[in-house]
Structures are given as C-alpha cells and as structure tokens.
C-alpha cells in the first residue's frame, strides 16, 4: 500500500488549495478514504471521510461549507479541495484507508 499526498504549501487566509493523494497497491476503488490533519502540539483530527462509491460520509465542523472531499477511481486518487482556508486549517494533512494506511503527509500553512 503506498499512499502519497502533495498539493500542500505556504497560502494567505482566504485563498485555496488542492491537496490529492495518489494512492497504490491496493484496490483503491473498494475502500473508503479519508482524510486527517494534525497540527504542532494538537492531536489529530479527522476532516473527511469518502466511501468508495464517493459518497461523503464525514465532514468536521470546523470544515463544513469549506472544505470538499473527493475522489477518482480510475486515477486511485484522492482529494481536498480547501476554500476560504484560515489560520486554524495549518497542520499536515494526510490521507488514510480506513483499514490505517496512511501516507507521509503535505504541510499547509495558512499565513500572512
């Protein structure tokens, strides 16, 4: 199982981004996904969860209208489209099987 997120970096509150996850050796397509964070000295959140159908099953609250969820079986890649993104939203973002894999992490920092 390899499971490598990207997409992460350096943004100004309000702006946007678009993490994926590109995921191997696995049937990507018959498991559900998601996706967690986890800031310095913070435990780690849940933000999303996807089904392998795509359906949306989990948002966070602090997310919620924010933040979308997505995925592409037939590239085996996940996404996080993140809007109006604030300071709070800084932390690693990694994107996880829901049997526990999990990838190696992007850093998003929300800044001035």
């Known amino acids: 199982v390899q499971l490598v997120e990207s997409g992460g970096g350096l943004v100004q509150p309000g702006r946007s981004l678009t993490l994926s996850c590109a995921a191997s050796?696995?049937?990507?397509?018959?498991?559900?996904m998601k996706w967690y964070r986890q800031a310095p000295g913070k435990e780690r959140e849940l933000v999303a969860a996807?089904?392998?159908?795509?359906?949306?099953?989990y948002y966070a609250d602090s997310v919620k209208g924010r933040f979308t969820a997505s995925r592409d079986n037939a590239k085996s890649t996940l996404y996080l489209q993140m809007n109006s993104l604030v300071p709070e939203d800084t932390a690693v973002y990694y994107c996880?099987?829901?049997?526990?894999?999990r990838g190696q992490g992007t850093q998003v920092t929300v800044s001035t």
């Open positions: 996880e099987t829901t049997t526990g894999n």
């Open positions: 996807i089904s392998f159908a795509g359906v949306i099953t």
């Open positions: 050796g696995f049937p990507f397509s018959q498991f559900g």
